[in-house]
Protein backbone atom coordinates (compact mmCIF):
# COMPACT_ATOMS: atom_id res chain seq x y z
CA UNK A 1 0.00 0.00 0.00
CA UNK A 2 2.45 2.57 -1.19
CA UNK A 3 -0.07 5.41 -1.31
CA UNK A 4 -0.16 5.40 2.19
CA UNK A 5 2.77 7.08 2.35
CA UNK A 6 2.55 8.89 -0.66
CA UNK A 7 1.84 12.73 -1.73
CA UNK A 8 -1.08 12.41 -3.68
CA UNK A 9 -3.35 10.36 -1.70
CA UNK A 10 -5.54 12.04 1.31
CA UNK A 11 -7.90 9.37 2.13
CA UNK A 12 -7.91 5.04 1.96
CA UNK A 13 -10.18 2.86 2.71
CA UNK A 14 -9.10 -0.72 3.58
CA UNK A 15 -12.92 -2.58 3.34
CA UNK A 16 -13.93 -5.98 3.22
CA UNK A 17 -13.86 -9.93 4.48
CA UNK A 18 -13.18 -10.24 8.09
CA UNK A 19 -9.40 -11.35 9.00
CA UNK A 20 -7.99 -9.84 6.16
CA UNK A 21 -5.41 -7.81 8.61
CA UNK A 22 -7.23 -4.58 8.38
CA UNK A 23 -6.70 -3.54 12.13
CA UNK A 24 -2.76 -4.71 11.99
CA UNK A 25 -2.03 -2.77 8.61
CA UNK A 26 -3.71 0.24 10.19
CA UNK A 27 -1.45 -0.23 13.40
CA UNK A 28 1.32 -0.34 11.25
CA UNK A 29 1.15 2.49 9.35
CA UNK A 30 0.70 4.73 12.77
CA UNK A 31 3.26 3.17 14.08
CA UNK A 32 5.75 3.42 11.45
CA UNK A 33 4.36 7.45 10.59
CA UNK A 34 5.06 8.17 14.24
CA UNK A 35 8.61 6.74 14.03
CA UNK A 36 9.48 8.85 10.84
CA UNK A 37 8.21 11.63 11.67
CA UNK A 38 9.16 12.89 15.50
CA UNK A 39 6.69 14.83 17.68
CA UNK A 40 3.85 14.50 14.98
CA UNK A 41 0.27 13.83 16.24
CA UNK A 42 -1.96 10.81 15.64
CA UNK A 43 -5.71 9.76 16.04
CA UNK A 44 -6.85 5.81 16.47
CA UNK A 45 -10.65 6.20 16.72
CA UNK A 46 -13.30 3.53 16.73
CA UNK A 47 -17.25 4.49 17.15
CA UNK A 48 -16.85 3.24 21.11
CA UNK A 49 -13.29 3.59 23.53
CA UNK A 50 -14.36 0.81 25.19
CA UNK A 51 -14.07 -1.34 22.10
CA UNK A 52 -11.34 0.26 20.51
CA UNK A 53 -8.88 -0.63 23.39
CA UNK A 54 -10.27 -4.20 23.77
CA UNK A 55 -9.43 -4.37 19.84
CA UNK A 56 -7.31 -2.10 17.70
CA UNK A 57 -5.14 -0.95 20.84
CA UNK A 58 -4.29 -4.82 21.40
CA UNK A 59 -3.31 -5.35 17.54
CA UNK A 60 -1.28 -2.11 18.05
CA UNK A 61 0.43 -3.84 21.00
CA UNK A 62 0.69 -7.04 18.67
CA UNK A 63 2.18 -4.71 15.88
CA UNK A 64 4.44 -2.93 18.39
CA UNK A 65 5.75 -6.47 19.85
CA UNK A 66 6.27 -8.22 16.66
CA UNK A 67 9.12 -5.11 15.85
CA UNK A 68 10.67 -4.96 18.34
CA UNK A 69 9.39 -2.24 20.40
CA UNK A 70 8.45 -2.28 23.83
CA UNK A 71 6.45 -0.42 26.42
CA UNK A 72 8.30 1.54 28.96
CA UNK A 73 11.72 1.63 26.31
CA UNK A 74 10.03 2.56 22.96
CA UNK A 75 6.96 3.87 24.11
CA UNK A 76 4.51 4.07 26.83
CA UNK A 77 0.70 4.25 26.82
CA UNK A 78 -1.24 6.22 29.38
CA UNK A 79 -4.60 4.33 30.26
CA UNK A 80 -5.87 7.73 31.74
CA UNK A 81 -5.28 10.24 29.56
CA UNK A 82 -5.82 7.69 26.35
CA UNK A 83 -2.26 8.35 25.22
CA UNK A 84 0.45 6.14 23.19
CA UNK A 85 3.64 8.72 23.98
CA UNK A 86 7.01 7.56 21.68
CA UNK A 87 10.08 8.30 22.98
CA UNK A 88 10.68 10.73 19.65
CA UNK A 89 8.10 12.89 20.97
CA UNK A 90 4.98 11.55 18.39
CA UNK A 91 1.71 10.49 19.84
CA UNK A 92 -1.27 8.48 19.08
CA UNK A 93 -4.60 9.44 20.45
CA UNK A 94 -7.57 7.35 20.91
CA UNK A 95 -10.76 9.08 20.24
CA UNK A 96 -14.26 7.71 20.93
CA UNK A 97 -15.80 8.73 17.36
CA UNK A 98 -20.01 7.58 18.80
CA UNK A 99 -22.26 10.21 17.61
CA UNK A 100 -24.28 11.35 20.96
CA UNK A 101 -26.83 13.08 21.46
CA UNK A 102 -25.12 15.51 23.66
CA UNK A 103 -22.26 16.57 21.34
CA UNK A 104 -23.68 15.68 17.65
CA UNK A 105 -21.28 18.33 16.05
CA UNK A 106 -18.76 16.72 17.98
CA UNK A 107 -17.26 19.95 19.61
CA UNK A 108 -14.81 17.23 21.78
CA UNK A 109 -12.63 17.06 18.59
CA UNK A 110 -12.70 20.57 17.78
CA UNK A 111 -9.90 21.74 19.28
CA UNK A 112 -7.71 18.74 18.38
CA UNK A 113 -4.84 19.22 15.82
CA UNK A 114 -3.71 15.98 14.00
CA UNK A 115 -0.95 14.68 11.58
CA UNK A 116 -3.37 11.99 10.24
CA UNK A 117 -5.87 9.53 11.67
CA UNK A 118 -6.64 5.95 11.21
CA UNK A 119 -10.57 4.86 11.83
CA UNK A 120 -11.02 1.00 12.87
CA UNK A 121 -14.66 -0.42 11.64
CA UNK A 122 -15.54 2.72 9.80
CA UNK A 123 -18.49 1.72 8.57
CA UNK A 124 -20.22 1.80 12.39
CA UNK A 125 -18.76 5.57 12.29
CA UNK A 126 -21.24 8.50 11.01
CA UNK A 127 -19.46 10.37 8.12
CA UNK A 128 -20.22 13.73 9.99
CA UNK A 129 -17.67 12.19 12.32
CA UNK A 130 -15.30 11.04 9.28
CA UNK A 131 -15.46 14.63 8.28
CA UNK A 132 -15.23 16.15 11.44
CA UNK A 133 -11.36 14.23 11.81
CA UNK A 134 -10.63 14.92 8.54
CA UNK A 135 -10.95 18.77 9.33
CA UNK A 136 -8.41 18.40 12.18
CA UNK A 137 -5.48 16.65 10.44
CA UNK A 138 -3.28 19.87 9.84
CA UNK A 139 -0.56 19.42 12.38
CA UNK A 140 3.21 19.47 11.37
CA UNK A 141 2.18 18.74 7.66
CA UNK A 142 4.30 21.22 6.44
CA UNK A 143 7.30 20.94 8.45
CA UNK A 144 8.06 17.40 6.58
CA UNK A 145 6.25 18.23 3.42
CA UNK A 146 3.28 15.77 3.80
CA UNK A 147 -0.12 15.61 2.97
CA UNK A 148 -3.50 15.24 5.24
CA UNK A 149 -3.80 11.63 5.01
CA UNK A 150 -6.86 9.21 6.46
CA UNK A 151 -6.93 5.48 6.84
CA UNK A 152 -9.83 3.53 7.72
CA UNK A 153 -10.81 -0.03 7.63
CA UNK A 154 -14.27 -2.35 7.49
CA UNK A 155 -15.99 -4.48 6.69
CA UNK A 156 -19.20 -4.53 4.04
CA UNK A 157 -21.71 -2.61 5.19
CA UNK A 158 -24.74 -0.77 3.01
CA UNK A 159 -24.00 2.72 4.10
CA UNK A 160 -21.68 5.44 3.24
CA UNK A 161 -18.27 3.57 3.12
CA UNK A 162 -20.46 1.68 0.04
CA UNK A 163 -21.37 5.03 -1.28
CA UNK A 164 -18.63 7.19 -1.49
CA UNK A 165 -15.99 4.78 -1.86
CA UNK A 166 -16.38 0.66 -2.77
CA UNK A 167 -19.70 1.93 -5.41
CA UNK A 168 -16.91 4.41 -7.26
CA UNK A 169 -14.36 2.50 -7.62
CA UNK A 170 -16.24 -0.65 -8.72
CA UNK A 171 -17.36 1.43 -11.14
CA UNK A 172 -14.08 3.38 -12.16
CA UNK A 173 -15.90 7.15 -10.49
CA UNK A 174 -13.51 7.02 -7.76
CA UNK A 175 -12.49 10.82 -7.22
CA UNK A 176 -8.69 10.63 -7.81
CA UNK A 177 -7.19 11.33 -4.09
CA UNK A 178 -9.04 8.10 -2.53
CA UNK A 179 -8.12 4.65 -2.33
CA UNK A 180 -10.13 1.71 -2.16
CA UNK A 181 -8.59 -1.29 -1.02
CA UNK A 182 -10.30 -4.82 -0.86
CA UNK A 183 -9.86 -6.98 1.91
CA UNK A 184 -10.08 -11.12 2.06
CA UNK A 185 -9.41 -13.27 4.73
CA UNK A 186 -7.00 -15.33 2.25
CA UNK A 187 -4.83 -12.25 2.20
CA UNK A 188 -3.92 -12.76 5.63
CA UNK A 189 -0.94 -15.74 5.50
CA UNK A 190 -0.78 -15.54 9.23
CA UNK A 191 -4.60 -15.92 10.18
CA UNK A 192 -5.79 -19.32 11.95
CA UNK A 193 -6.51 -22.12 9.50
CA UNK A 194 -9.41 -22.74 11.43
CA UNK A 195 -10.95 -19.03 11.11
CA UNK A 196 -11.81 -19.97 7.36
CA UNK A 197 -13.41 -22.60 7.81
CA UNK A 198 -15.53 -21.17 10.90
CA UNK A 199 -16.71 -18.02 8.37
CA UNK A 200 -18.27 -21.09 6.31
CA UNK A 201 -20.82 -21.96 8.66
CA UNK A 202 -21.95 -18.38 9.55
CA UNK A 203 -25.69 -17.70 7.71
CA UNK A 204 -25.44 -16.92 4.23
CA UNK A 205 -25.64 -13.26 4.46
CA UNK A 206 -22.74 -13.07 7.51
CA UNK A 207 -20.48 -15.69 5.21
CA UNK A 208 -21.14 -13.28 2.06
CA UNK A 209 -20.02 -10.83 3.91
CA UNK A 210 -17.66 -11.24 5.98
CA UNK A 211 -16.02 -15.23 4.05
CA UNK A 212 -16.42 -13.20 0.79
CA UNK A 213 -15.88 -9.72 1.31
CA UNK A 214 -19.16 -9.34 -1.01
CA UNK A 215 -20.42 -5.91 -0.37
CA UNK A 216 -24.21 -6.87 -2.21
CA UNK A 217 -25.35 -9.01 0.61
CA UNK A 218 -26.45 -6.52 3.83
CA UNK A 219 -26.17 -8.11 7.20
CA UNK A 220 -28.94 -6.23 8.84
CA UNK A 221 -31.99 -8.03 9.38
CA UNK A 222 -33.80 -4.73 10.42
CA UNK A 223 -33.91 -4.00 6.41
CA UNK A 224 -37.69 -3.27 5.21
CA UNK A 225 -36.51 -3.13 1.75
CA UNK A 226 -35.03 -5.61 -0.14
CA UNK A 227 -31.76 -4.03 -1.83
CA UNK A 228 -32.49 -5.63 -5.62
CA UNK A 229 -36.12 -4.57 -5.23
CA UNK A 230 -34.84 -0.68 -5.04
CA UNK A 231 -32.41 -1.33 -7.80
CA UNK A 232 -35.50 -2.88 -10.03
CA UNK A 233 -37.41 0.30 -8.79
CA UNK A 234 -35.53 2.21 -11.52
CA UNK A 235 -36.71 0.18 -14.69
CA UNK A 236 -40.29 -1.24 -12.88
CA UNK A 237 -43.46 -0.30 -14.95
CA UNK A 238 -45.78 0.87 -11.40
CA UNK A 239 -49.35 0.05 -11.27
CA UNK A 240 -51.55 2.75 -13.47
CA UNK A 241 -53.71 4.91 -11.91
CA UNK A 242 -54.75 8.22 -11.26
CA UNK A 243 -51.90 11.25 -11.33
CA UNK A 244 -50.78 12.26 -7.54
CA UNK A 245 -48.03 14.81 -6.54
CA UNK A 246 -46.43 14.55 -3.28
CA UNK A 247 -43.60 17.12 -1.94
CA UNK A 248 -41.25 17.46 1.02
CA UNK A 249 -40.44 20.71 2.24
CA UNK A 250 -37.11 21.78 3.15
CA UNK A 251 -37.18 23.28 6.56
CA UNK A 252 -35.78 26.29 7.44
CA UNK A 253 -32.94 26.59 4.86
CA UNK A 254 -31.89 23.10 5.58
CA UNK A 255 -32.20 20.00 2.93
CA UNK A 256 -34.16 20.06 -0.32
CA UNK A 257 -37.64 20.47 -1.35
CA UNK A 258 -38.51 17.57 -3.46
CA UNK A 259 -41.53 17.59 -5.69
CA UNK A 260 -42.53 14.46 -7.54
CA UNK A 261 -45.26 13.42 -9.70
CA UNK A 262 -46.34 10.21 -10.11
CA UNK A 263 -48.90 8.33 -12.40
CA UNK A 264 -50.47 5.56 -10.29
CA UNK A 265 -47.37 4.44 -8.81
CA UNK A 266 -45.12 5.15 -11.50
CA UNK A 267 -42.64 8.43 -10.85
CA UNK A 268 -42.70 10.45 -13.87
CA UNK A 269 -40.73 13.00 -12.60
CA UNK A 270 -38.47 14.27 -9.83
CA UNK A 271 -37.78 18.29 -9.50
CA UNK A 272 -35.53 19.29 -6.48
CA UNK A 273 -35.36 22.78 -5.02
CA UNK A 274 -32.11 23.37 -3.36
CA UNK A 275 -33.53 26.93 -2.20
CA UNK A 276 -36.67 28.18 -2.99
CA UNK A 277 -39.82 29.98 -0.85
CA UNK A 278 -43.25 28.85 -0.07
CA UNK A 279 -44.47 31.15 -2.89
CA UNK A 280 -42.13 29.67 -5.51
CA UNK A 281 -42.77 26.03 -4.59
CA UNK A 282 -46.84 26.91 -4.04
CA UNK A 283 -46.43 28.22 -8.39
CA UNK A 284 -44.27 25.75 -9.05
CA UNK A 285 -46.60 22.75 -7.82
CA UNK A 286 -49.61 25.20 -9.25
CA UNK A 287 -48.10 24.61 -12.76
CA UNK A 288 -47.45 21.13 -12.40
CA UNK A 289 -51.12 20.65 -11.37
CA UNK A 290 -52.89 22.56 -13.97
CA UNK A 291 -50.34 20.99 -16.93
CA UNK A 292 -51.14 17.33 -15.89
CA UNK A 293 -54.49 17.89 -14.70
CA UNK A 294 -53.76 16.61 -11.15
CA UNK A 295 -56.92 16.48 -8.85
CA UNK A 296 -56.37 18.93 -5.64
CA UNK A 297 -57.28 15.68 -3.49
CA UNK A 298 -54.75 13.99 -4.96
CA UNK A 299 -51.71 16.68 -4.03
CA UNK A 300 -50.03 15.83 -0.32
CA UNK A 301 -47.34 18.04 1.38
CA UNK A 302 -45.76 17.73 3.98
CA UNK A 303 -47.45 20.53 6.49
CA UNK A 304 -44.92 19.54 9.49
CA UNK A 305 -42.86 23.22 10.11
CA UNK A 306 -42.71 25.41 7.36
CA UNK A 307 -44.67 22.94 5.22
CA UNK A 308 -47.90 23.76 6.89
CA UNK A 309 -47.46 27.29 5.09
CA UNK A 310 -47.64 25.32 1.31
CA UNK A 311 -50.42 23.76 2.91
CA UNK A 312 -52.40 26.80 3.14
CA UNK A 313 -51.61 28.45 0.43
CA UNK A 314 -52.06 25.48 -1.87
CA UNK A 315 -55.68 24.62 0.18
CA UNK A 316 -54.32 20.62 -0.53
CA UNK A 317 -53.71 17.73 1.36
CA UNK A 318 -51.36 17.88 4.26
CA UNK A 319 -49.55 14.77 5.80
CA UNK A 320 -48.35 15.33 9.36
CA UNK A 321 -45.33 13.08 9.92
CA UNK A 322 -46.52 12.30 13.74
CA UNK A 323 -50.35 11.62 13.15
CA UNK A 324 -52.12 8.70 14.27
CA UNK A 325 -52.13 5.50 12.24
CA UNK A 326 -55.02 5.41 9.84
CA UNK A 327 -57.19 2.74 10.80
CA UNK A 328 -55.30 3.01 14.13
CA UNK A 329 -53.21 0.27 12.86
CA UNK A 330 -50.22 -0.95 15.20
CA UNK A 331 -47.37 1.91 13.54
CA UNK A 332 -46.11 4.04 15.57
CA UNK A 333 -47.58 7.06 13.23
CA UNK A 334 -48.23 7.98 10.15
CA UNK A 335 -45.34 8.49 8.52
CA UNK A 336 -44.04 5.02 10.26
CA UNK A 337 -47.60 3.36 8.38
CA UNK A 338 -46.80 5.04 5.19
CA UNK A 339 -42.74 3.74 4.79
CA UNK A 340 -43.94 0.09 5.93
CA UNK A 341 -46.70 0.47 2.82
CA UNK A 342 -43.94 1.91 0.89
CA UNK A 343 -41.23 -0.64 1.28
CA UNK A 344 -44.16 -3.44 0.69
CA UNK A 345 -45.50 -2.54 -2.73
CA UNK A 346 -41.35 -1.78 -3.26
CA UNK A 347 -40.62 -5.19 -2.61
CA UNK A 348 -43.41 -6.47 -4.61
CA UNK A 349 -42.23 -4.54 -7.71
CA UNK A 350 -45.15 -2.34 -7.76
CA UNK A 351 -43.53 0.94 -7.79
CA UNK A 352 -41.44 2.22 -10.51
CA UNK A 353 -39.26 5.30 -11.03
CA UNK A 354 -38.75 6.80 -14.43
CA UNK A 355 -35.23 8.60 -13.67
CA UNK A 356 -32.65 8.61 -15.93
CA UNK A 357 -30.74 10.89 -13.37
CA UNK A 358 -27.29 8.89 -12.14
CA UNK A 359 -27.08 11.22 -9.21
CA UNK A 360 -30.81 11.33 -8.34
CA UNK A 361 -30.60 7.43 -8.61
CA UNK A 362 -27.52 7.45 -6.47
CA UNK A 363 -29.24 9.31 -3.74
CA UNK A 364 -32.98 7.55 -3.71
CA UNK A 365 -31.16 4.08 -3.28
CA UNK A 366 -28.78 5.24 -0.50
CA UNK A 367 -32.24 6.74 1.01
CA UNK A 368 -34.39 3.57 1.03
CA UNK A 369 -31.66 1.23 1.73
CA UNK A 370 -31.58 3.12 5.25
CA UNK A 371 -35.79 2.81 5.91
CA UNK A 372 -35.17 -0.02 8.39
CA UNK A 373 -37.30 -0.98 11.32
CA UNK A 374 -36.42 0.08 15.09
CA UNK A 375 -36.63 -2.06 18.27
CA UNK A 376 -37.23 -5.07 16.19
CA UNK A 377 -36.80 -7.45 18.95
CA UNK A 378 -39.44 -5.53 21.46
CA UNK A 379 -43.39 -5.97 21.28
CA UNK A 380 -45.60 -2.82 21.21
CA UNK A 381 -46.14 -0.45 17.89
CA UNK A 382 -43.89 -0.98 14.56
CA UNK A 383 -41.29 1.97 14.33
CA UNK A 384 -38.88 2.92 11.55
CA UNK A 385 -35.13 4.26 12.56
CA UNK A 386 -36.28 8.02 12.82
CA UNK A 387 -34.94 11.10 10.13
CA UNK A 388 -31.86 12.26 12.44
CA UNK A 389 -30.36 8.55 12.46
CA UNK A 390 -30.63 8.40 9.12
CA UNK A 391 -29.22 11.72 8.15
CA UNK A 392 -26.41 10.93 10.39
CA UNK A 393 -25.73 8.08 8.59
CA UNK A 394 -25.72 9.31 5.15
CA UNK A 395 -24.53 12.86 5.79
CA UNK A 396 -28.16 14.56 4.88
CA UNK A 397 -31.79 14.58 4.41
CA UNK A 398 -33.60 11.65 3.04
CA UNK A 399 -35.91 14.24 1.29
CA UNK A 400 -36.60 11.77 -1.79
CA UNK A 401 -37.68 8.62 0.28
CA UNK A 402 -39.77 11.10 2.50
CA UNK A 403 -41.33 12.24 -0.81
CA UNK A 404 -41.82 8.40 -1.71
CA UNK A 405 -43.68 7.68 1.33
CA UNK A 406 -46.16 10.51 1.75
CA UNK A 407 -47.85 9.06 -1.66
CA UNK A 408 -48.73 5.97 0.10
CA UNK A 409 -51.09 7.86 2.12
CA UNK A 410 -53.39 7.20 -0.86
CA UNK A 411 -53.04 3.62 -0.45
CA UNK A 412 -53.48 3.26 3.10
CA UNK A 413 -56.54 5.30 3.35
CA UNK A 414 -59.29 3.38 3.20
CA UNK A 415 -61.63 3.71 -0.01
CA UNK A 416 -65.03 2.54 -1.28
CA UNK A 417 -65.28 1.41 -4.67
CA UNK A 418 -62.77 4.21 -6.63
CA UNK A 419 -63.88 7.02 -3.72
CA UNK A 420 -61.71 7.78 -0.76
CA UNK A 421 -63.68 7.58 2.58
CA UNK A 422 -63.53 11.22 3.71
Known amino acids: MRFLFDNHTNEVLFGGAAGGGKSWVGSAWLVTMCLRYPKTRYLMGRSKLDALKKTTLNTFFEVCGAWGLKSGEHYTFNGSSNIVSFTNGSEIILKDLFLYPS ?48 LMTCNPAKNWVYTEYYKPAQLGTLKDYRKFVPSLVTDNQFI ?17 RLLFGNWEYDADSDSLIDYDSILNLFTNKGTEGEKYISCDVARMGEDKSVVMLFEGLQVVMIKTFDKNTITELAE ?17 VDSDGVGGGLQDVLRCKGFINNASPIKKENYQNLKTQCYYKLADLINKGQ ?21 RSKDIDKDGKLKIVPKDVVKAVIGRSPDYSDALAMRMFYEVKPKIGRYNVR
Open 284 to 300: YIRELQKNHQVKLSNII
Open 351 to 371: IGISVIDADKRKLITEELEQV
Open 192 to 208: SKHYEKQLSKLDEVSKQ
Open 103 to 150: DRNFDSLGSLEITGAFIDEANQVTHKAINVVQSRIRYKLDDYSIVPKL
